[in-house]
């Protein structure tokens, strides 16, 4: 086998055979993600500089915007590029060790992605239901060592999948039917067994995904209850689309999440291994593409923001009138 070591059945590289089937439509393929791509990159990095720059935006909810747009745009980076080169340059071939280093990141930020998801609904939660301790409770210490603790708690559990996927032999070659390098994806190209990496895979998804889904579902049910018991209508109102932007932020995170995780374990003989694919380059691309367009037409200082540093202090003062 080309690129083997036949002494340890490791390889020297993959091969990422980008999406079987669709060779023929790869440049057709590659514009949408390309443009999402472009748009991902210039929207988040606009959001953390606005973030950053302006003093109406030191807040805690946009310092968890910010967190989630450095991890949304880092996300893409490690994958998008590369996808980009097989489509367009045919350059398919990339070292074992950066193919491992890929996975790791990709798992280790899709988890810091959920975990800051969670964060900014308790953001919501203490805001709603506890405003006038909300400065108190969320103090900047309180969010540095919350952002920490969900990059420590990726980087711990998701470092194993390294060493399992690493410890297997890849006698039967070094093909990969994918665009990146992903967990189950490279398990499965092995000739060994990686039940020991479905089952750690599994629970990391449930210690990751399931904890920030049912901190998520305890966090909104209460400002469901803190909501409904307000008299005000207006006041009901605006406690609701201060949470339409998160809302949209988990459907369009989680539901490709899902599809793809199930489809990995549960259904690869019934859905086509090219809609699989796109649907696991979309669960990495399509947040960061649409939570910079959701969080910049929904709320209302990152609006003004935007027009300020186009246009000057003078138009914002304009539109406020």
Known sequence: ??????????????????????????????????????????????????????????????????????????????????????????????????????????????????GVLMLMAVDRYVAICYPLRYATILTNLVITKAGLATFLRGVMLISPFTFLTKRLPYCQGNFIPHTYCDHMSLAKASCGNFKVNAIYGLMVALLIGVFDICCISVSYTMILRAVVSLSSADARHKAFSTCTCHICAIVVTYVPAFFTFFTHRFGGHTIPHHIHIIVANLYLLLPPTINPIVYGVKTKQIREGVIKFLLGDKIVFILDK
Not at 25 to 36: D, G, N, Q, R
Not at 44 to 67: K, V
């Open 1 to 114: 086998m080309s690129g083997v070591n036949s002494s340890s059945l490791t390889p020297g590289f993959f091969i990422l055979n980008g999406v079987p089937g669709l060779e023929t439509a790869y440049i057709w393929i590659s514009l949408p993600f390309c443009f999402m791509y472009i748009i991902a990159v210039v929207g988040n990095c606009g959001l953390i500089y606005l973030i950053s720059h302006e003093e109406a935006l030191h807040r805690p909810m946009y310092y968890f915007l910010a967190l989630l747009s450095f991890t949304d745009v880092t996300l893409c980076t490690t994958t998008v590029p590369n996808m980009l080169c097989i489509f367009w340059f045919n350059l398919k071939e990339i070292d074992f060790n950066a193919c491992l280093a890929q996975m790791f990141f990709v798992h280790m930020l899709t988890g810091m992605e959920s």
